[in-house]
């Protein structure tokens, strides 16, 4: 028998019931259309964090001090003194891996200027910080190598700060503002950068000179953090490397000992983050999938009722020659065009989704051909998986008693 | 003149639980090119048994059957579907057409089981039985919007439509009324003059009448088997009192 003929016979028993036909697809329709929605959109969701992570340059690598135990109790980090500037030069004398290094000192006092006051978050600096961390300057410019010298009261204000302590027109340039009890004059103005990957928002920061913030405001001599660059990306893990292996030298650490420091680059962030999302992705996925399963067995239910109902049919297509293959065969195509018309339509239905979600969400749209070709598969393989037994349960059907069935 | 069937000592026997019934216990006899042949019998007479092997359906348990020179006995199953489908014509009581399916769609059904018959060809030879049973003007009806008769007359195109060396019809008039019962008759007797072989199985002896041989079964052995005299059924649908009911309405409410 052609298979030509088997598809126009499949095809029209098809048609004779459209409701019912649409009705099964339904379910395999919303299966596949949440599957390719979920996929979609957990891919357009670590595509849109992996492009914000990487505008804010991939090679930036951040040493912490690491919680330390004394007498048997975690003190945290807080009181751990042990980064100290001594450790950046030593870092950036001893590794080429590092291009630029800049030693953190936060602190946070009330900014005033006028009649307006605004929680500043100072971040106390070396003028490299800015290239390290993909910040500009919107106007004015940076501080010098000089006024880290000098612990020169500048400093650089994000726009978070600005629209807060000023007034609509008003320019902040050359303004100085109180931080706590010490002036400080504005000497520049940061681009915007909208919110970082964990929400937090970055342009409400105040970048000063270390020196200051260490001698003017808090009076220590260690720093908090520190924030280097590697030469490239792909140098990143050499870095780390070069930074644990002089850090635990400078520290003077013992062989066997733990680091009294914390390595942690950008990629870690962006992996931990999709990692994260993966398996959110995943979870979905495999509720949509089971939603998928329903709809193959509903295929199967409605293929039974089929066999049943058009038992008469099936002995009439055997008297007149058709072979218990072609029968088979026939009710197999019917199941696979339901599941693959139904397959097809969830596809668009899910990429329509995705596309408007995606829309809304401000993520990229990603389109992924992989998935759609496994769906495509994936619903052949329901067809006729949950197609089988009702085709062999009408093939197997004895023509004498199926033409005088009632 | 040609053979078409030659049966010889056909038996079947069925095994129901610990007891054996014996539908056929034995039967011999030839059917010849342009015969029309009406099988009798009562229920339980083994008409249906013999309709169904003389129909390739079901295989005797012994005994040979000769099916236009080709022993039918020791054929597979698909060699019996393609039998059946390049040799025998059925018609039902039921007409067992597919519904919501045009006529010409019904009547080409046959055809999409012979993979030789190319599409052009299908359509050409459904329109061709259509014309022969005088429906050539209901091609695009569905079997809902024809009435039993015409339904019927589909049901003997698509028997008709693949040629077959003879038409095997089993009861159907059954479900007709009298006046339609002989204009299906009338057909079956035009077809038999232009040399189609017709085994008609029926229980009804005014319907036997319109064929030209009767052979009787009873209890799995043929106690008759005789050429009678044709009567013709344009004859016997004319000699129908005109007066049916809608006629007397319409008398009436003159």
Redesign the interface.
């Given at each position: 028998?052609?298979v030509i003929?088997l598809i126009?016979?499949s095809w029209?028993a098809l048609l004779?019931n459209k409701t019912r036909a649409l009705l099964t697809m339904l379910g395999i329709i919303i299966g596949i259309g949440s599957v390719i929605a979920m996929v979609s959109l957990g891919q357009s969701s670590t595509k849109s964090i992996s492009t914000e992570i990487s505008s804010m340059s991939t090679n930036v690598i951040m040493v912490m001090r690491a919680s330390q135990t004394q007498g048997g109790i975690n003190i945290g980090s807080g009181n751990v003194q042990s980064l100290t500037q001594n450790d950046i030069e030593a870092i950036k004398a001893g590794s080429v891996k590092i291009s630029k290094a800049s030693p953190v000192v936060n602190s946070s006092q009330q900014a005033v200027y006028g009649a307006n006051n605004w929680p500043g978050s100072i971040r106390g600096v070396n003028e490299d910080y800015l290239s390290i961390n993909n910040f500009e300057i919107a106007s004015g410019t940076n501080f010098t190598a000089e006024d880290v010298k000098t612990s020169e009261k500048v400093c650089l204000i994000g726009k978070t700060v600005v629209d807060n302590l000023f007034d609509d027109g008003e320019n902040p340039l050359g303004q100085v503002i109180r931080l706590g009890k010490i002036p400080v004059k504005i000497v520049g103005i940061l681009k915007s950068k909208g919110q970082n990957q964990m929400g937090m928002d970055q342009d409400d920061i105040i970048l000063m000179p270390y020196t200051t913030v260490q001698k003017r405001m808090l009076a220590i001599n260690y720093i908090h953090m520190i924030s280097a660059s590697a030469i490239s990306e792909e140098a990143s893990d050499l870095a780390v490397a070069d930074i644990e292996s002089i850090l635990r030298r400078t520290h003077k650490i013992k062989e066997g000992a733990d680091d009294d420091f914390e390595v942690r680059t950008q990629q870690q962030i962006l992996d931990m983050l999709s990692s994260v999302t993966g398996m959110l992705t995943l979870l979905l996925a495999a509720i949509a999938a089971i939603s998928l399963l329903v709809g193959g067995i509903g295929i199967m239910n409605i293929m039974y009722v089929t066999v049943t109902e058009r038992t008469?049919?099936i002995?009439?297509?055997?008297?007149?020659?058709?072979?218990?293959?072609?029968i088979l065969k026939q009710f197999l195509f019917e199941s696979s065009i339901m599941s693959l018309a139904g397959g097809m339509i969830g596809m668009a239905f899910g990429v329509g989704l995705s596309y408007i979600a995606s829309y809304f969400l401000g993520w990229p749209f990603v389109l992924n051909l992989i998935t759609m070709g496994i769906s495509f598969f994936v619903c052949a393989a329901i067809g006729i998986f949950f197609g089988w037994y009702p085709a062999r349960k009408a093939s197997n059907l004895d023509?004498?008693n199926a033409?005088r069935y009632e | 003149m040609k053979t078409i069937i030659k049966v010889d000592k056909l038996r079947r026997e069925f095994i129901m639980g610990i007891e054996i019934v014996y539908a056929l216990r034995g039967i011999s006899f030839e059917i010849h090119e342009g015969e029309f042949v009406s099988i009798m019998g009562t229920s339980g007479s083994g008409k249906s048994t013999l309709l169904n092997i003389l129909g390739c359906l079901d295989k005797p348990t012994s005994g040979e059957y000769y099916l236009d020179n080709i022993s039918v006995s020791g054929l597979s199953k698909n060699e019996l579907s393609t039998i059946r489908n390049r040799k025998i014509g059925f018609v039902f009581q039921s007409y067992n057409l597919l519904p919501r399916t045009s006529a010409l769609e019904n009547v080409e059904l046959p055809l999409l089981y012979n993979h030789t018959v190319s599409g052009k060809e299908r359509r050409e030879m459904a329109m061709h039985a259509l014309e022969l049973v005088g429906l050539s003007d209901r091609m695009g009806h569905t079997p809902s919007q024809l009435s039993g008769g015409q339904q019927q007359r589909v049901a003997i195109a698509r028997a008709l439509v693949n040629d077959p060396v003879m038409l095997l019809a089993d009861e159907a008039t059954g479900n007709l009324d009298t006046r339609t019962s002989y204009e299906i008759m009338s057909l079956f007797q035009e077809l038999n003059t232009k040399g189609k072989t017709i085994v008609f199985v029926t229980h009804e002896p005014d319907i036997a009448v319109f064929t030209n041989r009767i052979i009787k079964l009873r209890d799995g052995l043929i106690i008759k088997d005789e050429a009678v005299k044709t009567m013709s059924a344009i004859a016997a649908l004319e000699s129908l009192p005109v007066n049916d009911d809608y006629e007397i309405m319409v008398e009436t409410l003159n």
């Open positions: 028998m052609k003929n126009r016979i029209k004779r008469r049919e002995g009439l297509r055997m008297a007149v020659g058709a072979r218990n293959n072609d023509p004498i033409l | -």
